[in-house]
């Protein structure tokens, strides 16, 4: 049974930093592409950021790009996501999803329950 379990999201000021991970178990995810979107109160799920199961690549979004980063230990199965500069825009749902192939649109196979970020202004 594969599962991803995301953690590490909590309310946070404005211009703070968090650190999200994503534990995955159940699949050989060191073999996965794997990254975060995210879901505002009232919007459709958004692509974060992708990294590719090298960590030779990754894509992120205009919104996060410079302030975002993502990162994966195989090892430990386990991906990351940086958060710098945090504006109340930030402020979501954040989900880790993985899938055989990289990919900017929400086409991947697993998906977490996702973890709260609230950056408050």
């Known amino acids: 049974q594969a599962q991803l379990v995301e953690s590490g999201g909590r309310l946070v000021e404005a211009g703070g930093s968090l650190r999200l991970s994503c534990a995955a178990s159940g699949r050989t995810f060191s073999l996965y592409a794997m990254a975060w979107f995210r879901q505002a109160p009232g919007k459709e799920r958004e692509f974060v950021a992708a990294?590719?199961?090298?960590?030779?690549?990754?894509y992120y979004a205009d919104s996060v790009k410079g302030r975002f980063t993502i990162s994966r230990d195989n090892a430990k199965n386990t991906v990351y996501l940086q958060m710098n500069s945090l504006k109340p825009e930030d402020t979501a749902v954040y989900y880790c999803a993985a899938n055989p192939r990289i990919s900017l649109s929400d086409e991947y196979r697993y998906w977490g329950q996702g973890t709260q970020v609230v950056v408050s202004s």
């Open positions: 990294i590719s199961w090298s960590g030779g690549t990754t």
